[in-house]
């Protein structure tokens, strides 16, 4: 069916046709039927005006598709569900490391090391085999900013410092050093040209385009508490407060939901969104 094409507004103030392209991919990737996907879309379609922001574009997708489905639902939502993990970025930076440990690094968060000329504050430090990873974690709690060119040319000399640093130890054990920036949303074009160039790991919510911090998230089933509907905000805060971060860890921290003063009801209800959140992996892009 062809549709009439509707102007809608993104975060950053720009207008822009309206694309179901683009909705039904997130639709997709949350995992929902195309049953559902058809209903959701067709039902935002009706609902869409003139200059609609791109919010309340999402939110209208996301209530429509948690009467479906809770885990899609969840699924669906990670994007802003990790801008919730604010506003400190310290739940962002463990969940960054719980990231590498999937990948069977030992991480160790906010760490003070000696480079060769000044001590450096390190987001998240992983090492494995003999290599060290050096991330530095920049988290945005809202939407359409963007990492610029100035945080890969600040990043790159605090990393050779550190791994100078490493070298001039007598005991040092480390062979080979990795330096990363990680953000939750976008990469300038100069940021990505000049991160590539100088040797960075890049990780943006969409870059790179096979390896994202999307991409990585729903292979390993790491989804942050935040993405649960079957919690509110301050249940989400609390459960962060105690460090849980994840949401695979939350079966193992049962006492905390009782603390709460959930019923049994809400508790079995949490852990099996949970359970279907890690269960329901995404299929690798070819």
Same mark, same amino acid.
């Given at each position: @069916?062809?549709?009439?094409?509707?102007?809608?507004?993104?975060?950053?103030?720009?207008?822009?046709?309206?694309?179901?392209?683009?909705?039904?991919?997130?639709?997709?990737?949350?995992?929902?039927?195309?049953?559902?996907?058809?209903?959701?879309?067709?039902?935002?379609?009706?609902?869409?005006?003139?200059?609609?922001?791109?919010?309340?574009?999402?939110?209208?997708?996301?209530?429509?598709?948690?009467?479906?489905?809770?885990?899609?639902?969840?699924?669906?939502?990670?994007?802003?569900?990790?801008?919730?993990?604010?506003?400190?970025?310290?739940?962002?930076?463990?969940?960054?490391?719980?990231?590498?440990?999937?990948?069977?690094?030992?991480?160790?968060?906010?760490?003070?090391?000696?480079?060769?000329?000044?001590?450096?504050?390190?987001?998240?430090?992983?090492?494995?085999?003999?290599?060290?990873?050096?991330?530095?974690?920049?988290?945005?709690?809202?939407?359409?900013?963007?990492?610029?060119?100035?945080?890969?040319?600040?990043?790159?000399?605090?990393?050779?410092?550190?791994?100078?640093?490493?070298?001039?130890?007598?005991?040092?054990?480390?062979?080979?050093?990795?330096?990363?920036?990680?953000?939750?949303?976008?990469?300038?074009?100069?940021?990505?040209?000049?991160?590539?160039?100088?040797?960075?790991?890049?990780?943006?919510?969409?870059?790179?385009?096979?390896?994202?911090?999307?991409?990585?998230?729903?292979?390993?089933?790491?989804?942050?508490?935040?993405?649960?509907?079957?919690?509110?905000?301050?249940?989400?805060?609390?459960?962060?407060?105690?460090?849980?971060?994840?949401?695979?860890?939350?079966?193992?921290?049962?006492?905390?939901?009782?603390?709460?003063?959930?019923?049994?009801?809400?508790?079995?209800?949490?852990? @099996?969104?949970?359970?279907?959140?890690?269960?329901?992996?995404?299929?690798?892009?070819?």
């Amino acid at each position: @069916m062809v549709r009439s094409t509707i102007q809608i507004t993104k975060a950053s103030g720009e207008e822009v046709p309206f694309s179901e392209k683009k909705l039904r991919a997130s639709l997709e990737r949350s995992g929902a039927t195309e049953s559902q996907i058809e209903s959701v879309v067709d039902d935002v379609y009706n609902q869409l005006y003139e200059g609609i922001e791109t919010g309340k574009i999402y939110r209208k997708a996301y209530q429509l598709l948690r009467k479906k489905s809770r885990s899609k639902a969840a699924r669906y939502k990670l994007k802003k569900a990790i801008m919730e993990l604010g506003p400190s970025g310290y739940p962002f930076e463990q969940f960054v490391a719980a990231i590498l440990q999937q990948q069977g690094f030992r991480t160790e968060v906010g760490v003070v090391v000696p480079g060769r000329c000044v001590q450096h504050e390190v987001d998240v430090m992983a090492d494995k085999n003999g290599k060290l990873i050096m991330v530095e974690c920049k988290f945005h709690n809202r939407p359409g900013v963007k990492c610029d060119v100035k945080v890969p040319l600040y990043i790159h000399s605090r990393f050779r410092d550190v791994a100078m640093g490493q070298n001039d130890k007598k005991d040092n054990r480390f062979r080979d050093y990795d330096g990363w920036i990680v953000t939750n949303t976008r990469f300038t074009d100069d940021a990505v040209s000049y991160g590539t160039c100088s040797g960075l790991t890049l990780l943006g919510w969409d870059y790179p385009a096979k390896s994202s911090l999307r991409h990585r998230i729903g292979l390993a089933g790491l989804h942050p508490v935040t993405c649960l509907s079957t919690l509110n905000r301050k249940e989400k805060e609390y459960l962060l407060g105690h460090g849980v971060v994840l949401c695979r860890k939350v079966p193992e921290k049962e006492d905390l939901l009782h603390a709460l003063g959930l019923s049994e009801h809400r508790v079995a209800k949490v852990i @099996m969104e949970c359970e279907e959140l890690v269960n329901e992996l995404d299929v690798p892009e070819t």
